[in-house]
């Protein structure tokens, strides 16, 4: 049984109110941060704990928090990205409604490390229950003390707001969530500068996911090195997977990192195996923004070994940089499932997501669309499986954000994985102008 260490309480009657999420120990690592520690010394426990981003980049907490610039006389501030929106994922949202005060928590220890004195969780627009769980919560910190002038008699001041998102994908980028946050239109921005340097009215800015923030009143409770003893190599801690899709029991889960992917799937722990008895095909790791994986390489790297739930075990051999564990979104796809269609699906919602200021997001997007609904309704060509590869490799590298490369390599890796799926919409028309109408032979 793996440890949890967010979700210890989260069954307990209550744990969205202060007092009994209090009782619980909450609210500790602000005492034990604003009494005997100076904020340098809290995010030196971030460091040594290895904690990494959670929302998906996977880049180290620690060293994010070491960049910000810290010019005298000059606000900063620390903005949670709650626009929790990648297909497949669904972790925040729970870790929002269940335990409010564990990411008030966060935001306060945050906030006091980094100097913030005003600090934002920017919410996805369509959570409006869960803005108003924040907000309650948020009101009984302030009665309780742990919100506003002078927190606990330490000197120390924050405050803290929710601020809710209009609905659009693009907005989870941390750019365009500040650009959101300012009140303008949320196009990404370029970067350099990061934000760490320029970022929400172009002063210094930290911009966390949910659940790493979430991980900060641990790490300061037991130390960063305590933390770093879970898990495998730099992948340390637990991490929330949202698993859905074709599974016996889809779900949040807290695993801890290093768990085998093959656990994951099969065991009574977690996923419970494949539905309806059927045999697994394919899997997208981490959210509809990483690369797609056949049966055969999401249980066992190329080299043979056991694929891990790590950021490096989860990687694609160098076809794609960064790490395909991304947000933990799991999505199990059984033996039926039809990739062209499932492909085609996923590259409807990049196209209809993407900001549109660059060409190769804007127009590519919508031409891998339209050659995927070509070839899923049986008009498709042999050329136009190359034309996919073609317009995903004149995204890659030439856009303002990740979004384009989000859009190309999937589609790039369906056709790299699953080509024989793609020939065979093209050579059996007839069945293959079933929309859906899947090719059931072994993926290369
Ligand atoms: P990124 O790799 O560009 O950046 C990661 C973080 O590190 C950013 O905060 C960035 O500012 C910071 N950073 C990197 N280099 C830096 C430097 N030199 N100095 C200072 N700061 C630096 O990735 P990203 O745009 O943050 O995230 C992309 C990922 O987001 C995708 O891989 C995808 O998995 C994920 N995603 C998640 C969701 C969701 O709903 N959770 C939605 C869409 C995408
Ligand atoms: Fe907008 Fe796409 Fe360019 Fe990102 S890559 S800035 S979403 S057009």
Redesign the pocket.
């Known amino acids: 049984m793996g440890r949890k260490l967010l979700t210890e309480h989260i069954n307990v009657e209550g744990i969205n109110t202060f007092d009994v999420y209090r009782k619980h120990g909450g609210y500790r690592s602000v005492e034990k941060a604003l009494k005997t520690m100076t904020p340098d010394e809290v995010t030196e426990e971030v460091k040594k704990s290895g904690l990494r ?1 959670r ?3 996977g ?1 180290p907490a620690g060293m ?1 928090w070491g ?1 910000l610039a810290k010019p005298e006389g000059v606000p900063r501030y620390l903005v949670c ?1 709650a ?4 297909p497949g ?1 669904f972790k ?1 949202r729970q870790l929002m409604t269940k335990l409010p005060h564990l990411l008030i928590e966060g935001m306060i220890t945050g906030s006091y490390a980094l100097g913030a004195r005003t600090s934002y969780i920017y919410i996805r627009g369509e959570l409006l229950y869960v803005l108003r769980i924040l907000e309650k919560a948020i009101a009984e910190a302030y009665a309780a003390g742990f919100l506003g002038e002078n927190i606990l008699g330490s000197g120390y001041s924050l405050d803290l707001h929710v601020h809710p998102g209009g609905g659009a ?1 693009i907005c ?3 750019t365009a969530l500040l650009e959101s946050l300012e009140g303008k239109r949320g196009n990404p921005r370029n ?2 500068p ?4 320029q970022g929400l009215y172009a002063r210094p800015t ?4 949910v659940e790493t923030i979430a991980a900060v009143p641990i790490i300061v409770n037991e130390g960063g090195d305590e933390y770093a003893k879970i898990g495998v190599g730099k992948s340390t801690g637990t991490k929330l997977i949202s698993a859905c899709g074709h599974l016996n029991k889809p779900g949040i889960y807290e695993i801890e990192l290093g768990l085998p992917v093959e656990e994951f799937i099969y065991s009574d722990e977690y996923c419970g195996g494949i539905w309806k008895g059927r045999d697994l095909k394919a899997v997208v790791a ?2 509809s ?2 690369p797609i994986l056949p049966k055969e390489l999401i249980l066992k790297t190329a080299a043979g070994e056991n694929r891990l739930m790590t950021y490096e075990s989860l990687s694609d051999g160098g076809f794609v940089t ?2 395909m564990l ?2 933990g ?1 799991f999505i199990a796809m059984d033996e039926t499932t039809c990739i062209v269609k499932n492909t085609w699906n996923f590259s409807r919602f990049y196209h209809h997501e993407s900001c549109g200021q660059c060409s190769p997001c804007r127009e590519g997007t919508g031409w891998m669309e339209k050659v995927l609904h070509r070839l899923e309704h049986g008009h498709g060509s042999m050329h136009d499986i190359d034309l996919l590869v073609s317009v995903a490799k004149q995204i890659e590298g030439n856009t303002i ?3 384009g490369e ?1 859009a190309a390599w999937p589609v790039a890796a369906a056709v790299r994985h699953f080509r024989h799926e793609f020939e065979w919409h093209v050579t059996s028309p007839k069945e293959a102008t079933v929309p859906g109408a899947a090719y059931r032979g072994a993926a290369v």
């Open positions: 981003g929302g998906g980049a880049f994010k960049f990205n626009d929790e929106s990648e994922t925040d994908y989870g980028e941390e970067k350099p990061f934000p760490a340097v930290v911009v966390n996911n981490g959210g923004s990483v960064g790490t991304g947000s979104g954000c990740p979004l989000a």
